[in-house]
């Protein structure tokens, strides 16, 4: 192989890299996952795509998997997300999101490698001063999770200028949703996301939810996020991957609908799809959270030409919750 045609997706490649990973193989792209399997997300992908199990922050073995798979460019996803745990395990954070991601950079450039697409988060904003939010919005992360994803930013910024990386940051809002055809699911464990833990209490599967915090600034007083659908995220990564190879860098882009809802909203989605009342208590506010995410998606809108297709409240949770009824098919076993 000489034509350097390969995606490298990397990093915790959970549940927006694999349903990107299956997207990109779909439309013919030659894709290769490295990731440690401590997402876990790239098991439930069909044996077709060749998966290196191995640590991102390995030169070496990066330098050799970009070689042999002809490497173009690289999606990495970064992948610890729990804005509480990087309240509790900072060091974890920073050493996961950034110093390893670091060490990719160094080795994609070793190899030959200019195109980046990076999976950031709205996390960066902290609580914003204005919302919907833009992407020239100061950027004063609350969290650990957001400083991580912020200084990524500023790395490939900064590469960009000094060595020709060409890059996009996908900011994503509240990714959410499943694979139409009920696979490829949301699975974190622990479960520490809203729709997951509302659809598992609504059908008894776990203990009632927890709202975290009844007395936000907010009309019903808990927080507002904009859910996106995964599926709508993965095709904003395609169009924002085409643009790189074809030699423009894009910077920060958000992947949002515009649209926000509270956890008392998502409650009464998920109390329609489910037809039975979903049982939730009142709880203290989770330390980090910011009051209300909300997308300016405009940006997004321009330079890809992307339009959130599946994000509407309701078939969100409706994918969300045929993935996790019928979640254990087609579970790829590794050896
Ligand atoms: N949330 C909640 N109870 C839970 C989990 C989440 O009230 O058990 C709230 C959380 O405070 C936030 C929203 O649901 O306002 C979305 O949280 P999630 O963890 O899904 O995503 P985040 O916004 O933290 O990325």
Request: with cysteine.
């Amino acid at each position: 192989m000489t034509d350097r045609s390969s995606i490298l997706i990397t990093g915790g490649v959970g549940f927006v890299g694999s349903h990107f990973a299956r997207m990109a193989h779909e439309a013919g792209r030659r894709v290769v996952i490295l990731d440690n399997y401590s997402g876990g997300g790239a098991a439930q992908l069909s044996s077709d795509i060749p998966i290196v199990i191995g640590d991102i922050g390995d030169v070496a073995l990066v330098r050799r998997v970009c070689a042999e798979h002809a490497v173009g460019a690289v999606a990495h996803f970064a992948g610890k997300i729990q804005v509480g745990e990087s309240v509790r395990d900072p060091q974890l954070y920073f050493d996961v999101n950034l110093v390893r991601t670091l060490r990719l950079l160094a080795a994609v450039r070793d190899a030959g490698v200019h195109a980046c697409l990076f999976s950031s988060t709205a996390a960066v904003y902290g609580e914003p001063t204005r919302v919907p939010i833009p992407e020239t919005e100061r950027r004063q992360p609350v969290n650990p999770y957001g400083a991580t994803k912020l200084a990524i930013e500023y790395a490939l910024d900064a590469w960009c200028h000094a060595y020709g990386l060409r890059w996009a940051a996908l900011r994503y809002f509240n990714a959410a949703g499943a694979h139409p055809d009920g696979t490829v699911r949301e699975s974190h464990e622990p479960e520490t996301h809203l729709i997951p833990l509302v659809l598992d209490a609504g059908m008894r599967l776990r203990e009632p939810l927890t709202i975290y915090g009844t007395d936000y600034d907010t009309p019903d007083g808990t927080c507002i996020r904009d859910y996106i659908h995964v599926q709508d995220l993965a095709t904003a990564h395609l169009l924002a991957l085409a643009l790189i190879e074809n030699g423009q860098t894009l910077g920060p882009v958000n992947l949002g609908t515009g649209h926000g809802y509270s956890v008392r909203e998502v409650i009464d989605a998920a109390r329609v799809v489910l037809g039975r009342d979903v049982p939730h208590a009142m709880g203290p506010r989770r330390p980090g959270d910011p009051p209300r995410l909300v997308a300016d998606a405009a940006r997004a809108a321009d330079l890809l030409g992307w339009t959130p297709r599946r994000s509407g409240l309701e078939m969100t949770v409706e994918d969300a919750l045929r993935s996790r009824r019928d979640g254990l098919t087609q579970t790829r076993r590794l050896a």
